[in-house]
């Protein structure tokens, strides 16, 4: 049984580093092909991709935000790890880590998310 | 990056068959995937690689590709199927940025 969870701070405050971590069972990350990736949803709005780290470590960051962001992972207690800099009110959101590693990318199991805010 | 469009609302009545569109330049050449968004929670992967249904996905969810263009079809819509839903494309060279569209309101009057 394939689950995530997300973990982080509720609240931090502009300039602030946001750092989350997913923890997940059921899947390897040393597993040829997997890859967890990232994903936040500002309320109300739509769902945008932020990072995935796959079973070689390759790192992939969404075009807009790359220079903020750094995803690692901790294989042994099988953990995924978001950081984001300088945070800002317009990035608050709910977070999501989900899992891909079926060959395209493409998400089939989420966590259920941890809501961020950012107080100005 | 490219953007993948998707209208902003549809509506239906229960038993008839909704359609929710995606366009994007890249489609022909990647594989689209639908997600359903209920409120609150988190998304559910309805459709893969254009038209592959999960197991535990009902059959009435079905996906289909036409040049730029996917569709996600629900036939014979049910009251439970109310909900938000994306599609979403991804380079697995890591060219391009994974790309959600930006959501459609499924509405079942």
């Known amino acids: 049984q394939v689950t995530l969870k997300e973990s982080g701070p509720a609240l931090v405050k502009r300039t602030q580093t946001l750092t989350l971590t997913c923890i997940f069972s059921?899947?390897?990350?040393?597993?040829?092909?997997?890859?967890v990736s990232w994903i936040r949803q500002p309320p109300g709005k739509a769902l945008e991709w932020l990072a995935r780290?796959?079973?070689?470590?390759?790192?992939f960051y969404s075009t807009s935000l790359k220079t903020r962001l750094t995803v690692s992972k901790d294989t042994s207690k099988n953990q995924v790890f978001l950081t984001m800099t300088n945070m800002d009110p317009e990035d608050t959101a709910t977070y999501y880590c989900?899992?891909?590693?079926?060959?395209?990318?493409?998400?089939?199991?989420w966590g259920q998310g941890t809501q961020v805010t950012v107080s100005s | 990056s490219y953007e993948l469009t998707q209208p902003p609302s549809v509506s239906v009545s229960p038993g008839q068959t909704a359609r929710i569109t995606c366009s994007g330049e890249?489609?022909?050449?990647?594989?689209s995937h639908w997600y359903q968004q209920k409120p609150g929670q988190a998304p559910v992967l309805v459709i893969y690689?254009?038209?592959e249904r999960p197991s535990g996905i009902p059959e009435r969810f079905t996906g289909s590709s036409s040049g730029t263009t996917v569709t996600l079809t629900i036939s014979g819509v049910q009251t439970e199927d109310e909900a938000d839903y994306y599609c979403?494309?991804?380079?697995?060279?890591?060219?391009?940025?994974?790309?959600f569209g930006g959501g459609t309101k499924l509405t079942v009057l």
């Open positions: 989900a899992r891909d590693g079926r060959g395209e990318i493409y998400f089939d199991y």
């Open positions: 690689k254009d038209t």
């Open positions: 059921g899947f390897s990350l040393t597993t040829p092909g997997m890859r």
């Open positions: 780290i796959d079973w070689e470590d390759d790192k």
């Open positions: 979403q494309s991804g380079d697995t060279s890591g060219i391009y940025d994974v790309v």
């Open positions: 890249a489609l022909p050449r990647q594989y």
